[in-house]
């Protein structure tokens, strides 16, 4: 994507978030979703080990989370079974999916989410019918 592009789409969104929220606001909705975006990226390669990972240990009742990470092939993992753009095959049950891939981060991932207030975000959004995000 080249800048111009990511210029763009920044300018979309914040016309999106236009009226629903303040313009002091559109970073509390576009960084979480960046970030978001750019771990989903970065997890995409090793999406299905880690998940046939977390499957294997599972059912085998061990702890699971050192296993996955390594089949991550980083320091955290995602135990959603979708990425993030397949959410949006969904639109009607988006805020729950949505929630829900953040709630499948390892530990340490779901704490930044956390500490972004996403939650309240997701559900601000929801209530304001903005399922374009």
């Known amino acids: 994507m080249t800048q111009q592009n990511l210029s763009a789409l920044i300018w979309a969104v914040a016309e999106l978030l236009r009226g629903d929220f303040k313009q002091s606001e559109y970073g509390r909705v ?52 979708q990425s993030l753009p397949g959410l949006l095959g969904d639109a009607e049950h988006l805020r729950d999916n949505l929630s829900a891939y953040v709630r499948a981060f390892s530990v340490d991932v779901e704490d930044i989410f956390l500490r972004f207030d996403f939650p309240a975000t997701i559900e601000r959004l929801h209530k304001r019918s903005l399922k374009k995000y």
Not at 39 to 56: I, K, M, N, S
Not at 58 to 75: D, I, T
Request: proline share 10%.
């Open 30 to 81: 576009i960084l979480p979703f960046t970030v978001l975006r750019r771990l989903d990226c970065v997890l995409a390669p090793t999406r299905a080990a880690a998940l046939a990972e977390y499957q294997a240990k599972s059912a085998a009742k061990l702890p699971f989370a050192e296993f996955v990470r390594r089949a991550a092939g980083q320091p955290f993992f995602n135990l959603f079974p």
